[in-house]
């Protein structure tokens, strides 16, 4: 017998940042409560231009962190502080432009 689909619409954009024990573990989870804070404030949490957050436990690279990544932009962030949290809110997944300046490499100029 087959399951029914559960409703889902994608968001515009999907942000990981890494809460994993290694990195950063001082500061990752208020990073990540940051971050969901804010897009429930911005009103980012439903609608046309949602932002769906998720935190995760490990990228693989265990430093530089707090660490996230973008998607469908593919767009790495490093060294994440709240400050830096907030420029990357309004500049990348707001206005739709990368911060290179917190970028692991160059970030597409297409996101």
């Given at each position: 017998?087959?399951?029914?689909?559960?409703?889902?619409?994608?968001?515009k954009?999907?942000?990981?940042?890494?809460?994993?024990?290694?990195?950063?573990?001082?500061?990752?989870?208020?990073?990540?409560?940051?971050?969901?804070?804010r897009?429930?404030?911005?009103g980012?949490?439903?609608?046309?231009?949602?932002?769906?957050?998720?935190?995760?436990?490990?990228?693989?690279?265990?430093?530089?962190?707090?660490?996230?990544?973008?998607?469908?932009?593919?767009?790495?962030?490093?060294?994440?502080?709240?400050?830096?949290?907030?420029?990357?809110?309004q500049?990348h997944?707001?206005?739709g432009?990368?911060?290179?300046?917190?970028?692991?490499?160059?970030?597409?100029?297409?996101?």
């Open positions: 017998m087959a399951q029914e689909k559960p409703s889902f619409t994608p968001p954009r999907h942000i990981f940042i890494c809460t994993g024990p290694r990195c950063a573990p001082e500061v990752s989870s208020q990073v990540y409560q940051q971050l969901k804070d897009i429930k404030v911005l980012f949490h439903e609608g046309p231009e949602k932002v769906q957050r998720s935190q995760c436990h490990c990228f693989g690279i265990c430093q530089g962190g707090p660490l996230a990544v973008v998607y469908p932009d593919q767009v790495w962030y490093h060294h994440l502080t709240a400050e830096k949290l907030e420029r990357v809110i500049e997944l707001i206005g432009k990368p911060v290179q300046d917190y970028t692991l490499y160059p970030a597409p100029q297409s996101a």
